[in-house]
């Protein structure tokens, strides 16, 4: 969206030093940053006010810090907006930027969360809202106190309908971005033993997660998972229209079939209160049809034919890393995974490998971190493998229980694999499993 440097100002309670300037979106990321726009420096384990001068010279309009001087000492540089705490800026702007688009988007505004799939389900969902209005969603996983706020500046000003992802590590979390994002439509798509470090234990989690429902209008809708008892049990949580989805008979959206290809991709067979509708999925894994379901129903709380929806589904651009599925030049059929992992997406994972015929399969698996009794969940995971007569090999890890192997070594047998291998790679985001993933080529 367009907006000028006194109207950042203004929002944030700033001070503007140096010219007014007209700006277009925002980035917390000099590398990435377009001309135009604004750059908010974030201190995280780098000082983003580091990088200002290379964002100046990459072409943004104007800039957030909270220091009086430049980082030689000098004057600040450019059009500047002088915050005590560029983070909380970033967040009121955000809301700022929110209630401008509220006329336009007006009821259709979707929070996406949960333990599984809210990125995967937040691509499909704007995929089939955007198959009738101009929709704005969250990049990648852009589901924090900078990525909802980012996205929000970043729609553009004749949007119609924003799909926002909103993730969490503690209690408290959702609700701060909820109050960015003032979401009209929630998505919960399930609860599982990620974070528990940290949340402690299930009922921990869907209590976080549950802080996207309560936060919904009276007038909003909440759509939830019939297929998970600790979702649908946030339906207390609201005064709000539920509408649920998944394989139960009660659902609203019900998954009546899924018929898997020779790659475990799905195509999905729904009844809807909006009509018959099926199509196939864009990534691999049975389980992504529930991902599907619920983007569906948030289609139909926008108003969007379900017929268009599901064709949009099918050809939707989806976020790198996650259950793509690719034959690699040397014959091998590899599922990128990688971009993170728990115990239930990834049992998921490699029941999908189990589903692809194969002369050999093979899970590349990372740790997976936050978990309060690690030693029991990647054990029960290794068990799983064995079931499924996988060779499971752990990467810098030894907490399923066998050898363990370095990354290096990992990328040094990707060469031994080829024709009739089927390979999963995955683990969460600290195993950096991405390298191994290229060595496939």
């Known amino acids: ?95 700022w930027a929110r209630m401008a688009l509220g006329a336009r988007v007006g009821n259709r505004v979707v929070g996406i969360t949960g333990s599984v799939g809210k990125t995967t389900t937040k691509d499909l969902a704007a995929a089939a809202i955007g198959s009738a209005l101009r929709v704005a969603a969250s990049s990648r996983s852009f589901n924090n106190d900078q990525g909802v706020p980012i996205t ?22 959702i609700t701060r971005l909820t109050e960015v994002g003032l979401p009209i439509i929630g998505v919960v798509t399930a609860i599982a033993e990620a974070h528990t470090a940290l949340l402690d234990n299930l009922d921990g989690i869907a209590q976080a997660k549950g802080e996207l429902i309560a936060a919904l209008p009276s007038d909003g809708i909440a759509i939830l998972n019939a297929d998970d008892e600790r979702v649908l049990a946030m339906q207390s949580r609201t005064s709000a229209r539920v509408i649920t989805f998944g394989e139960a008979p009660s659902a609203t959206v019900r998954i009546t079939q899924v018929d898997l290809d020779h790659r475990a991709h799905a195509t999905v067979h729904m009844a809807t209160p909006w009509g018959d509708v099926s199509f196939a999925l864009p990534i691999a894994g049975r389980h992504s049809a529930s991902n599907a379901a619920a983007a569906i129903a948030a289609a139909g709380a926008c108003g969007v034919d379900v017929q268009g929806a599901g064709a949009a589904i099918t050809a939707a651009p989806m976020s790198p890393n996650r259950m793509h599925v690719r034959t690699t030049a040397g014959g091998v059929v590899l599922i990128d995974d990688c971009y993170n992992a728990n115990p239930k997406s990834m049992a998921a994972a490699l029941n ?65 694999f080829g024709d009739g291998d089927a390979v999963l790679v995955k683990g969460s985001r600290v195993a950096g499993l991405e390298r191994l993933v290229h060595a496939f080529g």
């Open 1 to 95: 969206m367009r907006f000028m440097a006194t109207d950042v100002a203004h929002a944030v309670g700033g001070r503007l030093s140096g010219k007014n300037a007209h700006l277009s979106g925002a980035s917390f990321d000099s590398r990435t940053l377009t001309m135009g726009q604004l750059f908010v420096p974030i201190i995280a384990e780098r000082d983003g006010h580091d990088f200002i001068d290379d964002a100046l010279a990459r072409g943004a309009g104007a800039y957030l810090t909270s220091r009086e001087v430049g980082t030689d000492g000098a004057a600040l540089r450019g059009t500047a907006i002088v915050v005590p705490d560029t983070v909380e800026a970033l967040r009121a702007l955000g809301r």
């Open 152 to 173: 929000l500046l970043n729609a553009p000003d004749d949007c119609e309908a924003l799909v926002l992802e909103m993730g969490m590590r503690g209690h408290g979390e």
């Open 352 to 416: 999908t490998l189990a589903a692809i015929p194969a002369r050999r399969r093979t899970a590349f698996v990372g740790v997976m971190a936050e978990l309060k009794d690690p030693d029991i969940a990647h054990r029960l995971i290794a068990s799983l493998a064995r079931r499924l007569e996988i060779n499971l090999v752990a990467v810098d890890t030894n907490l399923y229980g066998g050898d363990s192997i370095t990354l290096q070594s990992a990328i040094l047998q990707a060469g031994q």
